[in-house]
């Protein structure tokens, strides 16, 4: 044990994360519910996960699959009752799990009655609970929004001749952070839940909550650019340590920041723990390595090359080593699969693809979030018409597209890939009707391949399913400070097929060997000749070890290492 350690149980905590609406149906109306979350709660506690964070389970008109919140305080039908979530935190509580939840105050619906009020008129006393612009002025500046067909912000609304901000949807106009009643209101909602017993939440775009209320034009360095603009609203710091002195430290919760636009030189100004703002945060490098660098939703051309992927979690490692706490994800809600986009799901590569990705999220440093399906290897569906898409951002892109005369076909190829849609498909739980998510018609398609083996009763019993393979992983992070605490050192920079490197705490030492290549490779690795290298675990039974210092790496393999 190493006592000099500040052991903190959300750096300790494995996070799995539930899309309510696609993981267990039990009322039949073919939308997942929060009584299928506790029918499937001694599964999830089987993983040896310890936190499960909960997508938006609100009340919600679901413009936005309920990331817009009409009552912050009420719990949407679709998915039960307050007296179901009540149920369902306790019975948590009972397995040891910890609940953190989505916090949604970048907006509200347009349904929410704080909105309501703020468009009566002018006057009104909500009126400033949102961002207004007064049409008499003129059109205001350019603001882009990812949800609006034409990509503009600004919504008029005739009611009282003025424009609302809106950097979504435009049923989610954004929140104005410099009404401190505004602000008030939010904690007071927060407060709820937390005397409720909830342990935490992932605040959504929480990078973009302030505003600079005199809507400058925007900056010609931000011109094509707009998510840093954004994140860098000139009160942000203020709002964020306020929420920490007026709630967050009242509780024991932990807090995790979605953060676009955050980058390496200023991530510790929110998670410095002097500095009293969130504990990590989401950063989104890794998630645009694919991504056309002007278009966020727009796979790039060329292939991704693994020494990039390495170079963002080398730096970003660097930027905590000494202060702060990072978060390692490989795909959400908001991303397609992980095993599609950083693996090869094809039927030869897939096993290892999907055990060689557990791996690197439980054997670097940060806390690891698990996306539902992630533990059994769920894969991109990849939809072939546009009929089949379910997402606001998905279906008003290809609007903006087919107004403009673009081509719709390669669009839809994009999204085979890109579309949200890909990591929304019903939870695949058995070779039954539906996978066993619904007895009726899905909200959303299942991927035909839970009747090969993609599901969880078919990988249950199967000691080397990649089910399993993730239990056994879990439990080796647990038992291992050094894969929590550990320094990190990255081996081998420059190769292309190998991610390489070690996790060192004081006496105990471990190598980690990663391929994210189809090709077979010899690596050698001149610092480990004369030592001794003890396999703990591998995704691949085929001879691992050649002699001192030299490995055969099969494609996809994963191996880890104890080094005397």
């Not at 939840?101 to 349904?111: A, C, F, G, P, R």
């Not at 009160?235 to 430290?249: D, F, K, R």
């Not at 105990?508 to 480990?528: C, G, H, P």
Request: aromatic fraction near 14%; proline fraction near 4%; charge should be negative.
């Amino acid at each position: 044990m190493k006592e000099h350690l500040e052991r903190l149980w959300w750096k300790e905590g494995i996070v799995y994360q539930i899309y309510p609406r696609s993981f267990q149906d039990t009322t039949g109306n073919g939308i997942g519910d929060l009584q299928g979350i506790i029918k499937r709660l001694d599964y999830i506690k089987s993983l040896g996960v310890t936190i499960i964070w909960l997508n938006p389970v609100y009340t919600s008109p679901n413009d936005d699959n309920g990331y817009d919140i009409s009552d912050y305080r009420g719990i949407m039908s679709e998915f039960g009752t307050m007296e179901d979530f009540d149920q369902l935190l306790e019975e948590m509580k009972q397995r040891g799990l910890k609940l953190v939840m989505d916090l949604v105050v970048n907006h509200s619906s347009d349904e929410h009655q704080w909105f309501v009020e703020s468009r009566k008129s002018r006057d009104n006393p909500f009126r400033d609970y949102y961002h207004w612009w007064p049409a008499e002025k003129g059109i205001p500046p350019k603001r882009w929004s990812y949800f609006d067909v034409e990509g503009n912000a600004w919504k008029y609304d005739e009611t009282t001749n003025a424009y609302y901000l809106h950097y979504f949807s435009e049923k989610q106009p954004d929140l104005k952070w410099e009404n401190p009643k505004l602000r008030e209101e939010v904690y007071n909602a927060m407060r709820f839940w937390f005397e409720k017993g909830v342990d935490g939440f992932r605040m959504d775009v929480i990078s973009f909550i302030s505003k600079d209320t005199n809507y400058p034009e925007l900056p010609q360095e931000y011109e094509g650019n707009f998510v840093p603009f954004y994140a860098n609203g000139p009160n942000l710091h203020e709002y964020l340590n306020e929420m920490n002195n007026e709630v967050l430290s009242k509780y024991d919760v932990m807090t995790v920041g979605e953060a676009p636009g955050v980058t390496l030189k200023n991530a510790l100004d929110f998670v410095d723990e002097d500095r009293k703002e969130l504990n990590m945060f989401f950063h989104f490098d890794l998630m645009s390595l694919d991504r056309d660098g002007d278009e966020v939703f727009m796979m790039r051309k060329d292939k991704w090359k693994l020494t990039e992927f390495k170079k963002i979690h080398t730096d970003w490692d660097a930027v905590f080593s000494e202060k702060g706490w990072g978060s390692m994800y490989l795909n959400n809600h908001d991303f397609p699969r992980s095993v599609s986009r950083w693996g090869d799901d094809s039927k030869t590569h897939w096993y290892n693809s999907a055990t060689m990705l557990q791996t690197f999220l439980l054997t670097m440093r940060g806390t690891p979030y698990f996306y539902y399906g992630e533990e059994i290897g769920m894969t991109n569906i990849r939809f072939q018409n546009i009929t089949d898409y379910k997402d606001i951002n998905t279906l008003n892109r290809y609007a903006s597209v087919k107004n403009v005369g673009g081509d719709v076909s390669a669009f839809i190829e994009n999204e085979k890939d890109a579309s949200r849609d890909n990591a929304r498909t019903p939870m695949q739980w058995d070779t039954s009707k539906n996978a066993g998510f619904s007895d009726e018609k899905p909200w959303i398609k299942v991927n035909d391949n839970y009747a090969e083996g993609i599901n969880v009763a078919s990988q249950e019993n199967d000691r080397g399913s990649v089910l399993n393979y993730f239990r056994k992983m879990v439990q080796i992070r647990k038992d291992h400070l050094a894969l929590i605490y550990g320094s990190y050192e990255l081996l081998a920079p420059d190769n292309e097929r190998v991610y390489a490197y070690t996790r060192t705490l004081e006496e105990d030492k471990y190598l980690i060997l990663l391929s994210f290549s189809r090709e077979r490779e010899i690596l050698t690795l001149e610092q480990f000749k004369g030592q001794n290298a003890k396999l703990l675990l591998a995704n691949d039974d085929a001879v691992v070890h050649v002699k001192d210092g030299v490995f055969k790496v099969r494609p996809y393999h994963a191996m880890l290492y104890t080094i005397d």
